[in-house]
């Protein structure tokens, strides 16, 4: 056996007694029937539905801008405030409690109450009066969000097995493409038909706001997600593969994560280069379609979120269905190699993309949106085959924190900061886009390369980790 490969999954893994809630399997389901089942789907689907949800809360507001700044009378900083830090802080640093908490108690549970607290907290967003009412909504929104994708992953490794693990992950990473290409779509609309009427009138909460409706409107029925999160059975800990121990030490966690630091750092790293990317196109892309190119609001969201929902989400399913293609032939790096095949379609289509003329443009944007998200199912996958499987939700709540805060942190405003300090003109915004991404690009695929080593060997330490050895 060599690291490059992966050894046959273990029959003698080792099982936690059926007296803890979150090991059992609700209605007599066993793991022979989770294995690549029908209602791993079924549960695939409902967090995907999840996921769009929260894509959408989360985004949404960068297009409610302009209505926003004037009814509060916010300026650009605070505006950028409430797009970036009022989320992406909290929502970064509660992955951690709440991926620790993921990996003892029942999943099922966890996502429910995020939803419930995501939900409402943007329903919120919708009553608030003043700034700083909107602010702490926002941090609520990201209280909630926190508790999604941590123990998503978790769950959906004990549901699928490692050859097919990329595909699953992957169709609920389509919420990402889903949920941004809905705010996109829905953005635009209200910038063009809404962003200049008067406040409208409810009944019992009375006047409100177009944006501030449209935050009750998208926030409400999210709540009905909820009940249904909560009819997903809660697999087995462990039942593709790899021992389990109950309540591991956070100490247990840290030591093994550090005996592999080069391949977390690598892989965490490398996506979050990816996200740096990712997160400045999605909040200047239409800026630059309105500028550069003369597009309206209005043609700017529908197109680009259109674009995003097809071709992005087609991009995400097929880079995760050929990780596991590779996954099935052996090789144990498999994920990060589609992800640098990713990296490289990314770079190339960006030229072609940002330097199209205007009637090309809709043509041109087609490539870039296809391989700006190949690797977003293949990520998440990758960190479940480095780690055991009781510290599983807690790595991903550190993936979570590493990519928010360099793609949320650092995306949005490396872009505007090289616009306005940089090459000081709006019509710049092209410049700016293209640096950020071939450095954002250059630094992901270099990042990936050197790490392709480490990360065989910790798939392989991972598979053979026992409760008290390495």
């Not at 967003?125 to 969000?145: D, K």
């Not at 200049?196 to 997600?225: C, E, R």
């Amino acid at each position: 056996m060599t690291p490059r490969h992966l050894p046959s999954r273990a029959s003698n893994r080792q099982r936690v007694g059926a007296a803890d809630p979150s090991h059992d399997l609700t209605n007599g389901t066993t793991a022979a029937t989770a294995r690549g089942s029908r209602y791993g789907w079924y549960a695939v689907g409902v967090l995907t539905l999840a996921y769009v949800s929260s894509f959408v809360d989360r985004q949404i507001l960068a297009l409610m801008v302009g209505p926003i700044r004037r009814d509060l009378g916010i300026s650009d900083t605070g505006i950028s405030l409430l797009m970036g830090p009022s989320f992406a802080i909290f929502y970064a640093l509660l992955g951690f409690p709440i991926g620790r908490l993921a990996d003892r108690v029942t999943r099922r549970g966890i996502i429910a109450w995020g939803i419930i607290v995501w939900s409402l907290m943007t329903t919120m967003c919708g009553a608030a009066r003043n700034y700083w009412q909107l602010f702490l909504a926002r941090v609520g929104v990201g209280v909630g969000e926190a508790a999604l994708s941590p123990a998503t992953f978790s769950l959906l490794a004990d549901y699928f097995p490692r050859d097919r693990l990329g595909t699953a992950i992957s169709v609920y990473s389509m919420g990402i493409c889903l949920g941004s290409g809905i705010a996109l779509m829905l953005g635009g609309w209200i910038v063009g038909e809404i962003s200049d009427a008067g406040a409208w009138t409810f009944p019992i909460v009375g006047s409100l706001h177009p944006w501030q409706a449209v935050f009750v409107g998208i926030g409400l029925p999210g709540l009905l997600l909820a009940p249904l999160a909560r009819t997903i059975r809660e697999p087995l800990r462990g039942a593709m593969g790899g021992a389990t121990a109950e309540g591991l030490p956070l100490r247990t966690v840290t030591s093994y994560v550090q005996q592999h630091a080069r391949a977390f750092l690598a892989h965490n790293f490398g996506f979050a280069f990816l996200a740096m990317v990712s997160y400045g196109w999605a909040f200047w892309i239409p800026t630059f379609l309105i500028r550069n190119h003369g597009w309206t609001p209005q043609h700017a969201g529908f197109t680009y979120g259109l674009w995003v929902i097809t071709f992005g989400a087609t991009g995400v399913v097929i880079g995760g269905y050929l990780s596991d293609v590779l996954a099935r032939r052996g090789h144990a790096d498999a994920k990060l190699r589609i992800v640098l095949i990713g990296v490289v379609g990314e770079l190339l289509s960006s030229f072609l993309f940002l330097f199209a003329p205007t009637d090309v443009m809709e043509v041109a944007l087609i490539p870039a949106t296809f391989f700006a998200s190949f690797g977003f199912g293949a990520g998440p996958a990758a960190i479940q085959e480095i780690t055991p499987v009781p510290m599983r939700a807690q790595t991903s709540a550190l993936y979570v924190f590493i990519v928010s805060a360099v793609g949320l942190g650092i995306g949005s405003t490396v872009v505007a900061a090289l616009t306005d300090y940089v090459f000081k003109r709006a019509g710049a915004i092209r410049d700016s886009l293209l640096v950020t991404t071939v450095v954002g690009l250059i630094l992901a695929g270099v990042t990936f390369l050197g790490g392709l080593a480490p990360f065989r060997r910790a798939v392989v330490a991972a598979h053979n980790w026992r409760p008290g050895g390495r």
